[in-house]
């Protein structure tokens, strides 16, 4: 069973949300995640990124693999909190 953190799109039509989860990745209903460590907005001026770096980094530990999409959003995130 391999582990993934990745994108689930839970926003209307032409709006989209995101919510970053950690799901097993032959799971194809989304709704039945492991965890939820952040959320991802790509419509909002500011604050469109959250996500819980420390679960992040335990996840990783444990064997997760995260989307090239959810790692391009954690190194913003680690960039912004940088020069915070």
């Known amino acids: 069973m391999a582990v993934r953190i990745r994108l689930a799109r839970i926003g209307s039509k032409k709006k989209p949300f ?7 990745s032959e799971n194809i209903n989304l ?3 492991i965890e ?8 909002a001026e500011e604050d469109n990124i959250r996500v819980d770096l420390e ?5 990783i530990k444990k064997g997760a693999k995260p989307t090239d999409t959810v790692a391009s959003l954690v190194r ?5 909190n940088k020069t915070a």
């Open 18 to 24: 995101y919510r970053i989860i950690v799901t097993n």
């Open 36 to 43: 939820q460590i952040g959320f991802y907005n790509p419509r």
């Open 76 to 80: 913003k995130v680690r960039k912004i």
């Open 55 to 59: 679960k992040f980094d335990s996840w």
């Open 31 to 33: 709704s039945n995640h």
